[in-house]
Structure formats: structure tokens, C-alpha cells
T-cell receptor, first 110, second 114 residues
Framework: GQQVMQIPQYQHVQEGEDFTTYCNSS?????IQWYKQRPGGHPVFLIQ???SGEVKKQKRLTFQFGEAKKNSSLHITATQTTDVGTYFC??????????WGAGTKLIIKP | GAVVSQHPSRVICKSGTSVKIECRSL??????MFWYRQFPKQSLMLMAT?????????EQGVEKDKFLINHASLTLSTLTVTSAHPEDSSFYIC??????????FGPGTRLTVT
């Protein structure tokens, strides 16, 4: 079946370092969404990318959607303790279903 | 991680009818499942937390008599939208929760009420 692979599963960074998570789909997506889930909380929608090659920025966060609409990345510059959490991508397929990545847990080392 | 399925993936029903959506955990015994509703480009809105063998806990503003949740087994939870109206049209997503607060999401069900 359709899959979205998300890597890495975990990433430990020092505060101030950058962080990147990647999603790769086995099929072309109509769009891709990114969510952040704080420990013990529920996912919060961050952004939706629709166009091939699209790049969007939200302050220190940069989101990219690949030219083939099969991959996407989220990059955080100069991480802060408030960035801690699990970041999920979710791709929308042609049947309107969401295919979720497994999530990348961002851990800030003290 | 857990594999979660939902059925149906999309459903169209007439106003006044009831619709049942199933959420199955295929390879994980889920004592806790969550039901969310999502409007386009918006966050998942938690509707209720479903605990196996007990009554679901509904979030404020969610009518428990309208959105009936049954979590009869460790692998199945159902959400029934009773007497559906066009404003109930939405994307409904379930997830399976683990003891370490991870969540595994289903693919969602698109409900359209005409």
C-alpha cells in the first residue's frame, strides 16, 4: 500500500543547532501537511504545501515540497527548547486519504 | 509503530441519517483511541478519547448523543454520527495512543452530508 517514510525517528540536537526531518512517499501526493505534537499533547497543524517545488517559511521553520510531489522536508534553524516535540508529515493521496509519516522526535540536549 | 485503518474512507449520506465510522488497530492492542475532526487546512480538533471497555470522554462542546463512540475491543473503536446534518460534513481521523503518549493515525474518513 501507499506509504510515507519519515526519517529520522529521533534527533538529538544541542540548543542552537539546526534540525531537519524528511518525508518520502511511494506515490505522488496532492498535498502534504506538517504537524507538531508536544509531549503529552495532540498534533497541531503547521502548514500545507500544495505546489510542486513549493518552499514556505514560518520564522525559523522552512518547509519544502519536492518537484515530483513525493518528498518533503522541514528544517528548523537554531533550535530552541520550545521546538521540542514530534513532527509529523501527512501526505494527501488522490483519494483524499491522509498517509501519515511515523514522526520525528526532536530532543534538545541540555 | 501501530498500523491503523479506517472504514469507510469516504461516505456520502443524506441529512437525517446516521453514519458509522470504524477505526481498527491492526497490530497493536489499543486501550486508548482518539477521535478527531478536521476542517480544511486546520488542526485536528480532538472530539473524544475512547477507552476500551468504558465510556468515552468527550471534549467540551462535542455532543455525546450526536457522536456516539464505542470502544468494545482492543482493536476496534467506532464513531457514529447520528442524525447527520450538512454542518457535520468533515474529515474524521482516529488515532491509537500508547502508554508513552505516542499516537498512530488512521487515514481518515471524509463525510459529506447532503
Amino acid at each position: 500500500g501507499q506509504q510515507v517514510m519519515q526519517i529520522p525517528q529521533y534527533q538529538h540536537v544541542q540548543e542552537g543547532e539546526d534540525f531537519t526531518t524528511y518525508c518520502n512517499s511511494s506515490t505522488t501526493l496532492s498535498n502534504i501537511q506538517w504537524y507538531k505534537q508536544r509531549p503529552g499533547g495532540h498534533p497541531v497543524f503547521l502548514i500545507q504545501l500544495v505546489k510542486s517545488g513549493e518552499v514556505k517559511k514560518q520564522k525559523r521553520l522552512t518547509f519544502q515540497f519536492g518537484e515530483a510531489k513525493k518528498n518533503s522536508s522541514l528544517h528548523i534553524t537554531a533550535t530552541q527548547t520550545t521546538d521540542v516535540g514530534t513532527y509529523f508529515c501527512a501526505g494527501r493521496d488522490s483519494n483524499y486519504q491522509l498517509i501519515w509519516g511515523a514522526g520525528t522526535k526532536l530532543i534538545i540536549k541540555p | 509503530g501501530a498500523v491503523v485503518s479506517q472504514h469507510p474512507s469516504r461516505v456520502i449520506c443524506k441529512s437525517g441519517t446516521s453514519v458509522k465510522i470504524e477505526c481498527r488497530s491492526l497490530d497493536f492492542q489499543a486501550t486508548t483511541m482518539f477521535w478527531y475532526r478536521q476542517f480544511p487546512k486546520q488542526s485536528l480538533m480532538l472530539m473524544a478519547t475512547s477507552n476500551e471497555g468504558s465510556k468515552a470522554t468527550y471534549e467540551q462542546g462535542v455532543e455525546k448523543d450526536k457522536f456516539l463512540i464505542n470502544h468494545a475491543s482492543l482493536t476496534l473503536s467506532t464513531l457514529t454520527v447520528t442524525s447527520a446534518h450538512p454542518e457535520d460534513s468533515s474529515f474524521y481521523i482516529c488515532s491509537v495512543g500508547t502508554r508513552s503518549y505516542e499516537q498512530y493515525f488512521g487515514p481518515g474518513t471524509r463525510l459529506t452530508v447532503t
